[in-house]
């Protein structure tokens, strides 16, 4: 028969559904194991990047369902957002029609993958089953003071004509959607309070040793922890006060200006109170147009412009002139900074622009205090208190917190710590998303929707277009409400959630999502979380992962949860490369799944994905390699064909060590069990598939050449052919189902159980000593196993057998392997 897998494919996943295989339910007395990998948006088709996710995480459920564990594999869709927004715009269709159609269609695919999932349990945000509780756990994150809402400068998109999350501003200042540059603009947003939970959030990286390092070093970088001085000083010929924070507070003396960011609360003051208002008005007016990554740029050009003011140093009295300067956030510490030129190399580029006196107050321990009329650069490092006072000769290292405390002590600042993460911004001008259950009354204010009336549905009778991109706005219809407290006319909420808000939770309803009385029963995450493996992109890495940290620290403080981290362990799988490039549509490198699946089978993309490459480095995309993929794959289907007599005829029931004399018989035996032993580790702990793969693929040569002639030996090859089919199903289930069930099983492979290891077949029978002179090999001789590399050397080398082939030659080297093989290079 030919190896026809579109047939073999269909069957098994049919038989996959009809029988319930991949169900699962909490307890019992297997351990348990969640497997997720994160869900995708539907945008319309799988790409090669979902089919390297999907893979890492089916190989891994399917090889913990056989390791006896009761495994969670669940699949979902990531919903709302703004392609789907996009798509109706341009092809004239409602989001909702567009969205619930393409979830169709990547379920069907991913059923023709033959993932393992638990469709049951799947879940879509869109629908207001899910959204329901999305906005319920915004009421509760309300009325525990961690929804707000205020106005502030807010990145903003032209093109999504939406505000952006600091974490969605990327590749210098570009929306992290469209490309778009993005601008900032005053407006009032809802926030979530993130920052309650930045020192937690920083501490408990160090609890999660199964997550690349990588991905902890980017989030210790955004979260961002500084501990310093909160300081005012005094604005001269005014009642205000300017706040600043600084971490150098043993560079106090060496103030030379201050800077505010260009939309700072005071700039205003001094614009209306200054005769050149107008020209401050406009150089805040060019700032303020300008990305922060443009603004804080390691390089870039430091622009500012003097106010004509000056403010009071709280140390000294000293009267020091106050600029704005582009380089200063308002987002980030206070928004003001005291300049100390000599000491922090952009301060002191912008002192050298506009004459600003530099003057050194930390001067080398081993050299003279530095000339701030002649310094190239800012001396940056730890040296020795100078022109600091009391605090002059003291190490700079000891003169820091001691100068904290005088400070703290003379009631001139505080010491504080504080974070460069900023609470999370969820409101999006968009249609397409939760509504946010808030109703504007002129009595009562803010109203919360009461949770008995949700969920606060979209209404699907509205159309996207381009000059109405959030028809909520304009509908008076779903906009007029009444206040739930008092009954008077009043205003719902108009914008939207950010769709991170729906990612944040997913996990926990695949856990329990069978109630409609909670989002989740905690008897059920009690059981399941927190997720033992998460699969996904490194992208995510200060957006979604920072988001869904947060949640779940949250609700545990409300309650909800026990855990305080959602994810255990963490793979962040790299790039699907061709061409040298990213996979993109918009690089016209894009090899569409459908096609591969068509023409080789699902097993045969699954095959080459999981061995192209490890799954932490990007994968080179290759016509060759798929090809390679499906010839090995009709190798094993050819191996079990072409003895299914022998194999149909021999007993399953695995042959003994000592039952075995013959050496090539203990040899395919050790190979056996070598194998199951080496691929367990590969998939259970080094987490390297490929390597699993290739002793999958020496295994199968090895029985390729194996010749049985007797009853016994029948029963050896029997027995490598079955253990070459438990431990490659998790890659080509398929496949494995079907020759499983013609060497008569009836049994379903997926649950079958993980072969265990005859420790007795890895005891190794002797060493071979091989003798290499010029480059040929000339003998081999045995020794016994069992000694030490240094004793198998020094035995080797005292044989009167070695010593006699070594007479009138010189050893090059020797290369000992303990109980495998001494090789020794000698020169004639």
């Given at each position: 028969?030919?190896?026809?897998?579109a047939?073999?494919?269909?069957?098994?996943?049919?038989?996959?559904?009809?029988?319930?295989?991949f169900?699962?339910?909490?307890?019992?007395?297997?351990?348990?194991?969640?497997?997720?990998?994160?869900?995708?948006?539907p945008?319309?088709?799988?790409?090669?990047?979902?089919?390297?996710?999907?893979?890492?995480?089916?190989?891994?459920?399917?090889?913990?369902?056989?390791?006896?564990?009761?495994?969670?594999?669940?699949?979902?869709?990531?919903?709302?957002?703004?392609?789907a927004?996009?798509?109706?715009?341009?092809?004239?269709?409602?989001?909702?029609?567009?969205?619930?159609?393409?979830?169709d269609?990547?379920?069907?695919?991913?059923?023709?993958?033959?993932?393992?999932?638990?469709?049951?349990?799947?879940?879509?945000?869109?629908?207001?089953?899910?959204?329901?509780?999305?906005?319920?756990?915004?009421?509760?994150?309300?009325k525990?003071?961690?929804?707000?809402?205020?106005?502030?400068?807010?990145?903003?998109?032209?093109?999504?004509?939406?505000?952006?999350?600091?974490?969605?501003?990327?590749?210098?200042?570009?929306?992290?959607?469209?490309?778009?540059?993005?601008?900032?603009?005053?407006?009032?947003?809802w926030?979530?309070?993130?920052?309650?939970?930045?020192?937690?959030?920083?501490?408990?990286?160090?609890?999660?040793?199964?997550?690349?390092?990588r991905?902890?070093?980017?989030?210790?970088?955004?979260?961002?922890?500084?501990e310093?001085?909160?300081l005012?000083?005094?604005?001269?010929?005014?009642?205000?006060?300017?706040?600043?924070?600084?971490?150098?507070?043993?560079?106090?003396?060496?103030?030379?200006?201050?800077?505010?960011?260009?939309?700072h609360?005071?700039?205003?003051?001094l614009?209306d109170?200054?005769?050149?208002?107008?020209?401050?008005?406009?150089?805040?007016?060019?700032?303020?147009?300008?990305?922060?990554?443009?603004?804080?740029?390691?390089?870039?050009?430091?622009?500012?412009?003097?106010?004509?003011?000056y403010?009071?140093?709280?140390?000294?009295?000293?009267?020091?002139?106050?600029?704005?300067?582009?380089?200063?956030?308002?987002?980030?510490?206070?928004?003001?900074?005291?300049?100390?030129?000599?000491?922090?190399?952009?301060d002191?580029?912008?002192?050298?622009?506009?004459?600003?006196?530099?003057?050194?107050?930390?001067?080398p321990?081993?050299?003279?205090v530095?000339?701030g009329?002649?310094?190239?650069?800012?001396?940056?490092?730890?040296?020795v208190?100078?022109?600091?006072?009391?605090?002059?000769?003291?190490?700079?290292?000891?003169?820091?917190?001691?100068?904290?405390?005088?400070?703290?002590?003379?009631g001139?600042?505080?010491?504080?710590?504080?974070?460069r993460?900023?609470?999370?911004?969820?409101?999006?001008?968009?249609?397409?998303?939760?509504?946010?259950?808030i109703?504007?009354?002129?009595?009562?204010?803010?109203?919360?929707?009461?949770?008995?009336?949700?969920?606060?549905?979209?209404?699907?009778?509205?159309?996207?277009?381009?000059?109405?991109?959030?028809?909520?706005?304009?509908?008076?219809?779903?906009?007029?409400?009444?206040?739930?407290?008092?009954?008077?006319?009043?205003?719902r909420?108009?914008d939207?959630?950010?769709?991170?808000?729906?990612?944040?939770?997913y996990?926990?309803?695949?856990?329990?999502?069978?109630?409609?009385?909670a989002?989740?029963?905690?008897?059920?995450?009690?059981?399941?979380?927190?997720?033992?493996?998460?699969?996904?992109?490194?992208e995510?890495?200060?957006?979604?992962?920072?988001?869904?940290?947060?949640?779940?620290?949250?609700?545990?403080?409300?309650?909800?949860?026990?855990?305080?981290?959602?994810?255990?362990?963490?793979?962040?799988?790299?790039?699907?490369?061709?061409?040298?490039?990213?996979m993109?549509?918009?690089?016209?490198?894009?090899?569409?799944?459908?096609?591969?699946?068509?023409?080789?089978?699902?097993?045969?993309?699954?095959?080459?994905?999981?061995?192209?490459?490890?799954?932490?480095?990007?994968?080179?995309?290759s016509?060759?390699?798929?090809?390679?993929?499906?010839?090995?794959?009709?190798?094993?289907?050819r191996?079990?064909?072409?003895?299914?007599?022998?194999?149909?005829?021999?007993?399953?029931?695995?042959?003994?060590?000592?039952?075995?004399?013959?050496?090539?018989?203990?040899?395919?035996?050790?190979?056996i069990?070598?194998?199951?032993?080496?691929?367990?580790?590969?998939?259970?702990?080094?987490?390297?598939?490929n390597?699993?793969?290739?002793?999958?693929?020496?295994?199968?040569?090895?029985?390729?050449?194996?010749?049985?002639?007797?009853?016994v030996?029948?029963?050896?090859?029997r027995?490598?052919?079955?253990?070459?089919?438990?431990?490659?199903?998790?890659?080509?289930?398929?496949?494995?189902?079907?020759?499983?069930?013609?060497?008569?099983?009836?049994?379903?492979?997926?649950?079958?159980?993980?072969?265990?290891?005859?420790?007795?077949?890895?005891?190794?029978?002797?060493?071979?000593?091989?003798?290499?002179?010029?480059?040929?090999?000339?003998?081999?001789?045995?020794?016994?196993?069992?000694?030490?590399?240094?004793?198998?050397?020094?035995?080797?080398?005292?044989?009167?057998?070695?010593?006699a082939?070594?007479?009138?030659?010189?050893?090059?080297?020797?290369?000992?392997?303990?109980?495998?093989?001494?090789?020794?290079?000698?020169?004639?």
């Amino acid at each position: 028969m030919a190896y026809d897998f579109a047939r073999i494919e269909e069957k098994w996943q049919t038989f996959w559904e009809r029988e319930g295989v991949f169900h699962v339910e909490a307890g019992g007395d297997r351990p348990k194991f969640y497997c997720l990998e994160m869900f995708p948006y539907p945008s319309g088709a799988l790409h090669m990047g979902h089919l390297r996710n999907y893979s890492i995480g089916d190989l891994m459920a399917r090889f913990l369902m056989m390791r006896g564990f009761n495994v969670l594999h669940p699949m979902g869709f990531d919903a709302f957002g703004l392609p789907a927004e996009n798509a109706a715009i341009k092809y004239g269709v409602h989001p909702n029609d567009w969205t619930l159609s393409n979830i169709d269609h990547m379920t069907e695919q991913l059923k023709q993958m033959g993932c393992s999932y638990d469709w049951r349990r799947s879940v879509a945000t869109c629908r207001p089953d899910y959204y329901r509780w999305t906005q319920w756990l915004f009421l509760q994150l309300y009325k525990a003071g961690l929804a707000y809402r205020r106005q502030a400068p807010v990145n903003w998109c032209d093109s999504c004509a939406t505000v952006l999350a600091n974490e969605q501003v990327v590749d210098g200042g570009h929306c992290w959607r469209c490309g778009t540059a993005v601008k900032k603009k005053s407006l009032t947003q809802w926030f979530l309070k993130i920052t309650d939970y930045a020192q937690e959030l920083l501490d408990d990286l160090d609890d999660l040793p199964g997550w690349p390092e990588r991905v902890r070093i980017m989030q210790r970088h955004w979260i961002g922890r500084s501990e310093g001085v909160r300081l005012s000083f005094g604005l001269d010929g005014g009642d205000e006060t300017i706040e600043t924070f600084t971490t150098r507070i043993d560079t106090i003396y060496g103030v030379t200006f201050v800077a505010l960011a260009a939309e700072h609360p005071l700039v205003q003051k001094l614009i209306d109170r200054s005769p050149d208002g107008r020209a401050m008005a406009d150089f805040v007016a060019s700032v303020t147009q300008k990305s922060e990554i443009e603004r804080t740029a390691v390089g870039g050009e430091k622009e500012g412009l003097f106010t004509g003011f000056y403010a009071v140093s709280p140390v000294d009295g000293r009267r020091v002139p106050i600029y704005i300067a582009n380089y200063i956030l308002m987002d980030y510490g206070t928004g003001a900074i005291m300049g100390v030129p000599a000491h922090d190399e952009r301060d002191f580029d912008f002192a050298r622009k506009y004459g600003i006196p530099v003057i050194a107050v930390i001067r080398p321990a081993d050299g003279p205090v530095p000339d701030g009329e002649t310094m190239a650069v800012a001396f940056t490092e730890d040296g020795v208190q100078c022109n600091s006072g009391v605090f002059d000769g003291l190490p700079s290292a000891e003169a820091l917190p001691r100068m904290a405390l005088w400070f703290e002590e003379r009631g001139w600042g505080k010491r504080e710590i504080n974070f460069r993460l900023r609470d999370w911004l969820l409101s999006r001008q968009r249609y397409w998303g939760a509504p946010i259950p808030i109703v504007y009354c002129d009595d009562c204010g803010m109203v919360p929707v009461p949770e008995e009336e949700l969920p606060l549905q979209l209404p699907l009778d509205l159309l996207v277009s381009e000059t109405t991109r959030n028809p909520l706005t304009t509908s008076d219809d779903w906009r007029k409400t009444t206040c739930p407290r008092c009954g008077r006319p009043a205003l719902r909420e108009t914008d939207t959630m950010d769709t991170f808000i729906c990612s944040s939770w997913y996990f926990l309803r695949f856990a329990s999502p069978f109630t409609d009385e909670a989002p989740f029963l905690k008897a059920d995450t009690d059981y399941w979380m927190a997720v033992d493996q998460y699969i996904g992109g490194i992208e995510h890495a200060c957006l979604h992962l920072i988001y869904a940290r947060f949640f779940t620290k949250a609700l545990a403080d409300l309650g909800y949860l026990t855990v305080r981290e959602p994810f255990s362990n963490l793979l962040t799988q790299g790039m699907v490369i061709k061409d040298g490039a990213k996979m993109s549509k918009s690089l016209g490198n894009v090899v569409d799944p459908n096609e591969i699946i068509k023409k080789y089978g699902a097993d045969t993309a699954r095959l080459f994905i999981l061995f192209a490459s490890p799954p932490e480095k990007d994968l080179d995309w290759s016509e060759q390699g798929v090809e390679g993929a499906h010839r090995f794959l009709r190798r094993v289907w050819r191996l079990v064909e072409d003895n299914l007599d022998r194999l149909l005829s021999a007993v399953s029931d695995p042959v003994a060590m000592g039952d075995l004399v013959c050496a090539e018989r203990r040899s395919l035996k050790r190979k056996i069990h070598e194998t199951i032993q080496s691929v367990t580790r590969d998939i259970d702990v080094e987490r390297q598939f490929n390597t699993a793969l290739a002793r999958l693929m020496e295994l199968t040569n090895a029985l390729t050449a194996f010749r049985a002639t007797d009853d016994v030996d029948g029963r050896l090859f029997r027995e490598g052919v079955e253990v070459l089919l438990l431990c490659l199903s998790p890659v080509a289930p398929h496949l494995c189902e079907e020759l499983w069930q013609m060497v008569g099983h009836e049994t379903c492979l997926a649950r079958e159980s993980w072969p265990g290891v005859d420790s007795s077949a890895l005891v190794v029978d002797g060493v071979t000593v091989v003798f290499q002179e010029n480059g040929k090999l000339r003998e081999r001789l045995q020794f016994p196993a069992g000694l030490s590399k240094e004793e198998l050397e020094k035995r080797v080398l005292s044989d009167e057998r070695v010593r006699a082939r070594l007479e009138g030659r010189s050893v090059v080297k020797v290369i000992a392997v303990p109980d495998r093989l001494v090789n020794v290079v000698v020169r004639g």
